[in-house]
């Protein structure tokens, strides 16, 4: 069948009609959501979709608008990162186990990637995971790891073999959060509070059938995951904005306002409003085939422009926005940013160009893989990894 406006439109006319969301369970509203393929249309069917234009995906949240929802902000690496990558690269068998409790927010999930010794430079990292039979034991340590208190399962990258250069050598495995050996630290912020962990992997056991893609393969499908991760924290529209808040506030206390900083705010406004349209633009397209390296310009953007708002919030508010509700320290479900007072949109803006990728790092992608510029010299290119200096 080919999906336009108006089918899907009557597909969730047509849901709303068999499942009244003020008489039904939540938890089972949102799995018949899914199994209606009115989770994400762009999916295949029996897999939460339709297999539809993404673009139709609107159409379906439009007629649905007001239902439960899954509660995007607090299963979002389930959502943006995991649910892309096990599509692109998971077994059948792996994606009905997974995709269903993913979507509902059953089981909430988190990223392995970073490590204390390999943060910007991925692919040196160290975790190893070594064959025994139709297991794999993986011993190293992850960091900043978001929500891995609450997790179910992991997306985790370890290295299989360390006779290769370090690109070569790497392998892609779903994580059970659960197994013996698997340890969470929480890692106290500037907020006060822990979203971010450390993990430890001790002799952890996984199953080969929790691989995703081939043995050696796992830089190609981290890759995968990486330009989704970039194009969820950047290329979202949402709602209520950043440049928003601070228009609310310029237009609310007109006794903050000088010359200086609307001049500011107005250039900031275009910034905002070009990062915007960009965003329409990458998510167009999304709907004509995988994220490609422009993710990665508008998380550049997205973190530029948080740190100049939240700071020139602060500045406009004076002694007000230095308040802060609250240094408790706390593990926090969700990340709640627009929610919250100026003073902690300042401290918490200071890591949107380290998470999901620094802002140095994607210069070097946007330069290299955008621009088309002479890519930086790389000594280690075929040098086996257990041959380079540490």
Same mark, same amino acid.
């Given at each position: 069948?080919?999906w336009?406006?108006?089918s ?8 709303l009609a068999e499942?009244?969301?003020?008489a039904?369970d939540r ?5 018949a959501?899914?199994d209606?393929?009115?989770a ?6 029996g897999l ?9 995906q609107?159409?379906a ?8 929802d ?9 959502l943006?990162?995991?649910a892309p990558?096990? *599509?692109?690269? %998971? ?5 009905k @186990?997974f ?5 509902t927010? +059953?089981? &909430? ?17 160290a ?6 039979g139709?297991?794999w ?6 960091v900043?790891?978001?929500s891995a ?6 997306i985790?990258v ?11 050598g790497?392998t ?6 659960h197994?013996?050996?698997v340890?969470?630290?929480?890692l106290?912020q500037?907020t006060g ?6 993990v430890f992997l001790?002799?952890v056991?996984l199953?080969?059938? *929790?691989?995703? %893609? ?5 830089? @190609?499908?981290?890759?995968t995951?990486?330009m989704? +991760?970039? &194009?969820a924290?950047?290329?979202t529209p ?12 310029w237009r609310?206390r007109?006794e ?14 275009v910034d905002?409003e070009v ?10 397209q999304?709907?004509?085939?995988h994220?490609?390296p422009?993710g ?9 422009l948080?740190?100049q708002l ?6 406009m508010?004076?002694?007000d926005?230095?308040a ?18 100026a003073?902690?949109?300042?401290l918490?803006a ?10 140095e790092i ?5 330069a290299e893989?955008?621009?088309?510029l ?8 075929d040098?086996?990894?257990k041959?380079l200096?540490?």
């Amino acid at each position: 069948m080919t999906w336009d406006e108006a089918s899907v439109a009557e597909r969730a006319r047509a849901f709303l009609a068999e499942h009244d969301p003020a008489a039904t369970d939540r938890l089972e509203f949102l799995r018949a959501r899914f199994d209606a393929g009115l989770a994400w249309v762009h999916f295949p069917e029996g897999l939460g979709g339709l297999g539809a234009s993404r673009e139709l995906q609107a159409v379906a949240d439009r007629e649905l608008k007001g239902t439960p929802d899954n509660q995007p902000g607090r299963i979002g690496i389930g959502l943006g990162m995991a649910a892309p990558t096990i *599509l692109a690269f %998971g077994t059948e068998e792996q994606k009905k @186990r997974f995709l269903r409790p993913l979507w509902t927010g +059953e089981e &909430v999930w988190c990223q392995l990637f970073s490590e204390p010794g390999a943060g910007s430079d991925l692919a040196t990292l160290a975790t190893r995971a070594v064959r025994e039979g139709d297991e794999w034991v993986v011993d190293g340590q992850k960091v900043w790891t978001s929500s891995a208190h609450t997790a179910r399962w992991a997306i985790l990258v370890a290295r299989t073999d360390p006779d290769v250069p370090k690109h070569r050598g790497l392998t892609y495995f779903v994580c059970d959060m659960h197994a013996p050996g698997v340890e969470v630290r929480p890692l106290r912020q500037i907020t006060g509070e822990a979203e971010f962990n450390e993990v430890f992997l001790t002799g952890v056991r996984l199953p080969d059938a *929790l691989r995703l %893609g081939e043995v050696g393969d796992g830089w @190609r499908v981290a890759q995968t995951t990486l330009m989704n +991760e970039r &194009v969820a924290i950047g290329g979202t529209p949402s709602r209520r904005t950043m440049m928003g808040v601070v228009a609310e506030t310029w237009r609310s206390r007109p006794e903050l306002r000088t010359h200086d900083l609307h001049q500011r705010l107005l250039a900031l406004w275009v910034d905002s409003e070009v990062m915007r349209l960009t965003a329409l633009r990458l998510r167009e397209q999304l709907a004509a085939g995988h994220p490609g390296p422009e993710g990665s310009g508008m998380k550049l953007a997205f973190a530029r422009l948080h740190q100049q708002l939240s700071g020139i919030e602060v500045e406009m508010l004076r002694e007000d926005g230095l308040a802060y509700d609250d240094w408790t320290f706390r593990r926090p479900d969700t990340v709640d940013f627009i929610g919250r007072e100026a003073g902690y949109r300042y401290l918490r803006a200071k890591g949107n160009s380290i998470e999901g990728g620094t802002s140095e790092i994607l210069r070097n992608i946007i330069a290299e893989r955008v621009l088309g510029l002479p890519a930086e010299p790389r000594a280690d290119k075929d040098v086996a990894w257990k041959d380079l200096p540490r």
